[in-house]
């Protein structure tokens, strides 16, 4: 593998202090890394798909899906853990929604990436 050399002038150091003055702390960046990880499952992109359009239940969610409750529910654990989820009672009823427009955002930049 072929080493790149930076011109004659090496570093460039005014670049590199710019960013590194703005550069978030490492905790920040591996909180960013874990919550993209969650976005990384196909089935969990399709539980905010939905969420996205509107609150439902595990039951409407698995139909929609095409997949059990069960799954789905497990798939909501991960999804409510991460903060990207939450739910409210209605009765014996569990509506989901998304917790804020924050995912909604995230969701839909992501589309509009993959469909350039």
């Given at each position: 593998m072929e080493e790149h050399i930076c011109g004659t002038h090496?570093?460039?150091n005014d670049i590199v202090d710019k960013v590194a003055?703005?550069?978030p702390d490492e905790s920040a960046?591996?909180?960013a890394a874990e919550l993209l990880k969650v976005f990384g499952d196909s089935t969990r992109i399709r539980?905010?798909?939905v969420l996205c359009e509107s609150e439902l239940c595990v039951c409407d969610i698995a139909k929609l899906l095409?997949?059990?409750?069960?799954?789905?529910?497990?798939?909501?654990?991960v999804l409510k853990q991460?903060?990207?989820?939450?739910?409210?009672?209605?009765?014996k009823t569990i509506f989901y929604s998304l917790c804020d427009d924050h995912v909604k955002s995230i969701f839909y930049l992501a589309m509009e990436h993959v469909m350039e």
């Open positions: 090496g570093v460039h003055k703005v550069m960046l591996f909180e539980i905010i798909f095409g997949m059990t409750q069960s799954a789905i529910s497990h798939q909501l654990r991460a903060r990207l989820v939450s739910s409210r009672r209605d009765g």
